[in-house]
């Protein structure tokens, strides 16, 4: 097995460096929290790269700050988490919030730390065959470029709770990017992500790969949300994605909770926890605060 690409770091705006600095080891401890597998392997747990794959920034959003991990199978990306924070509204220090997304096409197992696991998806990621691209060229370099030109062929915008449009962009260089042996099906991929104006944050994952299908080479891709607001994607100015706001697909998961958001714990300035989300029996959360010793 070879892996072609590995974790571009791409940092968001400088106001953001000492922020994202200071807060990268409560993210990684915070990622090390799940432990996660797939229903078919239950006991071979998906690999977490510590080594963030994205930074970001969100003025729009409150000084909102944060990092990509990715977990991955046999070098395939399986599962995709943005730790992220930004000022509590009472408590002096930062909320920190999870927000993942299931990215393997088999189902996920979760667990995480103190039995605090509350993503539980109910299904793996589909793909669908780009039917209308080319086939995937005989090399790497090659297939790079390729899914570079297929990724640029989605566009799309996300409308916030006050009805105002932002539209998309495609980040320059894909968030992850791996290639596997032939026996588990996908040859090369890429995930990219489309982002707003509205900030560096990612709002809608775009998966892209060459799978061989009955000895037949051919492009597949998905879409994921990564954002509580409405999005809409298309591709070649046909709509191909759509997350709308319902009580099914609401604020912390879509219906089959392959994207979930899990509030985790508020930190203070020096990086102490000074309170933390339970979940409660109605399936809410609360913040309780943490006694000094």
Partial sequence: MTILSLTLLLVAADPAD???KS???IYVK???SYSMTVESAPKKPLVLRKEPVFEWLNRARGDTQGTLFVWTRDGKPAALACIFSYPHHKLPGRQVVHELHALDAEKLIVKR???????KPEAGLARKELTDAPAPAATAEARLAQMRRLAQEFTGHSVDREKKTWEFRLLPAPLYRYATSAKTG???GALFALISTAGTDPEVLILIEAKEVDGKMQW????GRFS?????????DKEVYASVPSE??????DPLHLYRVIPSLVVSKEGKTIARFRPTPNGGTVLVPIEEK
Avoid at 220 to 223: G, K, L, P, R
Avoid at 228 to 236: A, M, Y
Avoid at 248 to 253: M, Q
């Fill in 30 to 32: 915070e990622a090390e």
């Fill in 186 to 188: 996908v040859i090369d």
């Fill in 228 to 236: 509580d607001w409405e999005l809409r994607v298309q591709r070649k």
């Fill in 23 to 25: 807060m990268l080891p």
């Fill in 220 to 223: 597949e891709y998905a879409c």
């Fill in 113 to 119: 730390d103190e039995n605090l696991s509350e993503w």
């Fill in 248 to 253: 099914t697909n609401n604020g912390s998961h």
């Fill in 18 to 20: 000492g922020l994202a």
